[in-house]
């Protein structure tokens, strides 16, 4: 299982740091990443972190301003977003899978999601 949490309503210029608690089968998977979708567009790839390599990447319209990172004593990953703007505003989600990848259809397990709301 993958439980997303920190969402909220925020302004321009602000930072918030999302987390995904990861339990069960999803515990031993290769990769964990964060996608997002806004209301009326595709999902889009935010950024992923290799578990065993610790290798991490970065979709283009987040790098420099996002950091993902995790905690293994807690089972947890987190997605720190700086700088947020307008345009990040989305439905957030946790997700794993076996290998790293940029494409969504390439992880099999999805959290439920969380709210970012970036506005003035």
């Known amino acids: 299982q993958l439980v997303e949490s920190g969402g909220g309503v925020v302004q321009p210029g602000d930072s918030l740091r999302l987390s995904c608690t990861v339990s069960?089968?999803?515990?031993?998977?290769?990769?964990m990443a964060w996608f997002r979708q806004a209301s009326g567009e595709e999902r889009e790839f935010v950024a992923s972190?290799?578990?065993?390599?610790?290798?991490?990447d970065y979709g283009d319209s987040v790098k420099g301003r996002f950091i993902v990172s995790r905690d293994n004593a807690k089972n947890t990953m987190f997605l720190q977003m700086n700088s947020l703007k307008p345009e990040d505003t989305a439905e957030y989600y946790c997700v794993a899978g076996l290998q790293s990848s940029r494409r969504a259809e390439d992880y099999s397990w999805w959290g439920r999601g969380t709210q970012v709301t970036v506005s003035s």
């Open positions: 972190k290799n578990w065993g390599s610790g290798v991490t």
């Open positions: 069960g089968s999803t515990l031993f998977v290769n990769t």
